[in-house]
Every structure is written in C-alpha cells, then in structure tokens.
C-alpha cells in the first residue's frame, strides 16, 4: 500500500532553515509528484508546490516568496522539503502529498503523509 | 489567486442526518474540485476529485456535484466517523487553493 513516511518534529529560531524529509513506498516514486501542503495551528491548508519525482521539476507557490525549495532523492524514493528564512508565522504541521496522477498538475492530492510540526520560536 | 469560500464554517448534526456543504470559486475552475475529510490531529484523506467522482474505498453516502464556481458536498445518513472537518481544493490554477473549511460537529 502506498505510504509516505516524513520526519519528526523540529524546533527552529526565526531566521533559521528547516529541510523535511517524505520517504515514499509502495508505488512507482517516479511515476508522480509529491506536494507539499503546510497547516498552521487551528488554521486551513496552504499548498507550497510540487516537485515531479522523474525529473525533479519543481512549481512553488509564489506566495512563499522563494523562500522554499523541494529536491529529490530517487535512489531512497524520498522527497526534502527546504524552507528558508523561518518566521514565527510558519510555524505549521508540513504535509507531503502524493499527486493523484502521473501527469502533474491535472489531479488532486491522494495520499498524505502523517505531517511534520515545525516550530519557529525565540 | 483563486478564492475558495465555503459554507457553512460550523454544522451541527446529528447521526442520520443528511448534510450539504457549499464551496464557491471566485472564478470558473470548471470541474477541477477536489474534497477532504480532516479529523482532528490526522491528515486530510481525499474523498471526492473532479468535483463528483469518488475517491476508491470512501463510501457512497459521500456525493459531490457543481461545476463552474458552485460546488456541493453530500453526506447521507451521517456516521460517527463523519463528524470532522471538511476542505474543497481546487486545482484548475495555481497556486492550489484550499476552502477554511467546514467543520460537522455533534
């Protein structure tokens, strides 16, 4: 069955970065993108942008405003989530999310990982 | 960016009952929706894409339907399981964008 397994929970100051990583199994991890999908405490659900698990293109949301990158390790099926220039405001719970489709962009999102909290604090 | 408004924000129901949730696009996403169920501290689970096909093993009490900009969710004959949070997606454009989301509270 498919599975997407991230990392534990991190406590970072403001200013600092945060790499989280989405190990995936039980399907082709080339085959589809992951997204990532960020909730902050008591809030909705902001989508971040994707990262094609075949060649490593990459679509962020503008609204983060370059300060997240996505990479790849196909080798290990897993993808990293990169956030820069931490705020307290993104202190969240990050989701990685497997696309529904093999073409990117056209679907929704199927299967979710169990999330990753980030705290920003001083 | 896309805006997606969902109504109610809070539905109070009972088991059995029969609840309907609206989500509304500030423009046309013809049927690029998608619906999530979100219990509390769990990841979202799809339930519904392309605004009214079931997502493999949710069950048929689940319905959506709209296209355009007005968009339903349909729960039948409500189950404990059910009382949660609701979120529609859209995925005509980018960024995706996610309702505040509906929560189905007893």
């Known amino acids: 069955q498919v599975q997407l397994v991230q990392s534990g929970a991190e406590v970072k100051k403001p200013g600092a970065s945060v790499k989280v990583s989405c190990k995936a199994s039980?399907?082709?991890?080339?085959?589809?993108?992951i997204h990532w999908v960020r909730q902050a405490p008591g809030r909705g659900l902001e989508w971040m942008g994707w990262i094609n698990g075949a060649n490593g293109q990459t679509k962020e949301s503008q609204n983060l405003q370059g300060r997240v990158s996505f990479t790849t390790d196909t080798s290990a099926a897993t993808a990293y989530m990169h956030f820069y220039g931490l705020t307290i405001e993104d202190t969240a719970v990050y989701y990685c999310?497997?696309?529904?489709?093999?073409?990117?962009?056209?679907?929704?999102?199927?299967?979710w990982g169990q999330g990753t909290l980030v705290t920003v604090s001083s | 960016d896309i805006q997606m408004t969902q109504s109610p924000s809070t539905l109070s129901a009972s088991v059995g009952d029969t609840v309907t949730i609206a989500c509304r696009a500030s423009q046309t996403i013809f049927t690029w929706l998608a619906w999530y169920q979100q219990r509390p501290g769990k990841a979202p689970k799809l339930l519904i894409y392309q605004a009214s096909t079931l997502e493999g093993g949710v069950p048929s009490r689940f319905s959506g339907s709209g296209s355009e900009t007005e968009f339903t969710l349909t729960i039948s004959a409500l189950q404990p399981d059910d009382f949660a949070t609701y979120y529609c997606q859209q995925y005509n454009n980018y960024p995706y964008t996610f309702g505040q989301g509906t929560r189905v509270e007893i």
């Open positions: 999310v497997k696309d529904r489709s093999p073409v990117v962009g056209v679907d929704s999102l199927d299967f």
């Open positions: 039980g399907y082709s991890f080339t085959e589809y993108a």
